[in-house]
């Protein structure tokens, strides 16, 4: 009877450390899991952003501004004409910037380059910058997110 009592301890005991020890690795793994995984990004809820008014943009200029949690491209062309991007390379989410001497939109992260409608044209993106309509509306310039 005595070996019966000390396999039934033997077995609780084994089932009792066993389970104190998955619950430990998971009080430590989860935290961990949770740290690694960054968090969901909600979705702007802007609509439209005054980006400034349309005098102050010379022609072949650009100027970064805030479109909800992300940065935008205002850049006015040689030929007059306002085109808007996020200014998120496709890359590795750097920010881009309008280098007007090559007329060419440009991520210093890796050399990546886009053209004036947003298209890579060379370096490591793999994708189009996302474009955002741009209406002048009484001299200011709105960009908002394309239907």
Not at 53 to 75: H, Q
Request: with cysteine; aromatic share 8%.
């Amino acid at each position: 009877m005595e070996k019966e009592s000390n396999s039934d301890r033997r077995t609780f005991l084994s089932y009792f450390l066993g389970g104190s020890s998955l619950a430990f690795l998971g009080a430590v793994a989860y935290p961990v899991l949770k740290y690694l995984t960054p968090p969901a990004e909600k979705d702007s809820a802007v609509e439209a952003v005054d980006a400034g008014k349309a005098d102050e943009f010379e022609k072949g200029s650009g100027k970064i501004v805030k479109f909800g949690s992300k940065p935008a491209l205002v850049v006015r062309g040689a030929d007059g004409e306002f085109r808007a991007f996020i200014a998120v390379c496709t890359h590795l989410d750097c920010t881009v910037q309008y280098v007007p001497e090559e007329s060419v939109i440009w991520c210093a992260c890796h050399n990546g380059k886009y053209d004036l409608n947003g298209i890579n044209i060379s370096g490591p993106p793999p994708r189009p910058l996302t474009p955002l309509a741009v209406n002048v509306q009484q001299g200011v310039v709105l960009i908002s997110k394309e239907a």
